[in-house]
């Protein structure tokens, strides 16, 4: 009588060789599916391994992430330009759907401030000419309770040469007092919210009757692509997320009016 094989037949030298190309192509497929860069210019790896890091870990430590998502040939830029604020993004999609509670999205959020505050330093000026540096202002209106997207705009902002600061929660009298004293080529406002507008438009009338001449007025943030007539019903001078729009537009507009 034959003995059955209890492991079954015997395979193939040549099956098995097949077996293992099969496996290696689909892995190789599947972590070139991850390094796929999505529509906001992120690898889904480096995203993925960011997200973990600011919500899983428990001793973060924003040096030790920064190293580590170097690692991925990432440079500072990309960072505070791309995955820093698609990361932040994500935490808020996570707290919509219930899956991170709002705790745990506030502390994403501060490890995010640290780790921008450690790519930052890093960042070397565009000081192309030296003899006109632009002066901004980025300020988060009262009762608007973020402040990473500011930081971030701040941070790009300081790349292009600009010298830059930040006012976050401050009154509407104070805002303008402080435009008043600093002059400040360009202001920046950041809205999450449709409540801040009309601060907002407050804010930007008063600057308009006081100053002379009046900075440039910008506005972003979470809310600023989602209102039709955000520019006309508030004032500024333009709507944009990017900080290169703003730098480029207080530029021509101080070239057209000459030397001041």
């Given at each position: 009588?034959?003995?059955?094989?209890?492991?079954?037949?015997?395979?193939?030298?040549?099956?098995?060789?097949?077996?293992?190309?099969?496996?290696?192509?689909?892995?190789?497929?599947?972590?070139?599916?991850?390094?796929?860069?999505?529509?906001?210019?992120?690898?889904?790896?480096?995203?993925?391994?960011?997200?973990?890091?600011?919500?899983?870990?428990?001793?973060?430590?924003?040096?030790?992430?920064l190293?580590?998502?170097?690692?991925?040939?990432?440079?500072?830029?990309?960072?505070?330009?791309?995955?820093?604020?698609r990361?932040?993004?994500?935490?808020?999609?996570?707290?919509?759907?219930?899956?991170?509670?709002?705790?745990?999205?506030?502390?994403g959020?501060?490890?995010?401030?640290?780790?921008?505050?450690?790519?930052a330093?890093?960042?070397?000026?565009?000081?192309?000419?030296?003899?006109?540096?632009?002066?901004?202002?980025?300020?988060?209106?009262?009762?608007?309770?973020?402040?990473?997207?500011?930081?971030?705009?701040?941070?790009?902002?300081?790349?292009?040469?600009?010298?830059?600061?930040?006012?976050?929660?401050?009154?509407?009298?104070?805002?303008?007092?402080?435009?008043?004293?600093?002059?400040?080529?360009?202001?920046?406002?950041?809205?999450?919210?449709?409540?801040?507008?009309?601060?907002?438009?407050?804010?930007?009338?008063?600057?308009?009757?006081?100053?002379?001449?009046?900075?440039?007025?910008?506005?972003?943030?979470?809310?600023?692509?989602?209102?039709?007539?955000?520019?006309?019903?508030?004032?500024?001078?333009l709507?944009?997320?990017?900080?290169?729009?703003?730098?480029?537009?207080?530029?021509?507009?101080?070239?057209?009016?000459?030397?001041?």
């Open positions: 009588m034959t003995q059955d094989d209890p492991f079954g037949p015997t395979r193939h030298p040549i099956g098995r060789a097949c077996d293992q190309a099969a496996f290696a192509s689909e892995v190789i497929s599947i972590l070139n599916d991850r390094q796929v860069v999505g529509a906001s210019g992120a690898r889904q790896v480096a995203l993925d391994y960011l997200v973990r890091a600011v919500i899983k870990r428990v001793d973060f430590d924003a040096r030790l992430v190293d580590e998502m170097r690692a991925y040939r990432l440079t500072n830029d990309a960072l505070i330009d791309i995955y820093i604020p990361t932040a993004e994500h935490l808020g999609e996570l707290w919509m759907t219930s899956d991170l509670d709002f705790a745990a999205v506030t502390i959020a501060l490890r995010l401030q640290a780790l921008l505050g450690e790519a330093q890093s960042l070397s000026r565009n000081h192309a000419d030296m003899t006109n540096v632009l002066n901004a202002l980025v300020i988060v209106p009262e009762s608007e309770q973020h402040f990473l997207g500011a930081s971030v705009v701040a941070a790009q902002l300081r790349r292009l040469g600009c010298d830059v600061s930040v006012s976050i929660n401050e009154s509407q009298q104070q805002v303008v007092d402080r435009v008043g004293y600093d002059r400040p080529d360009m202001v920046l406002f950041s809205c999450a919210r449709a409540v801040g507008l009309e601060t907002i438009r407050g804010t930007v009338k008063k600057i308009r009757h006081n100053g002379d001449p009046t900075p440039v007025l910008a506005l972003g943030g979470a809310f600023s692509g989602f209102t039709d007539g955000i520019k006309k019903q508030t004032g500024v001078d709507v944009t997320n990017t900080a290169k729009d703003v730098v480029g537009f207080t530029t021509k507009r101080q070239k057209a009016l000459g030397p001041r």
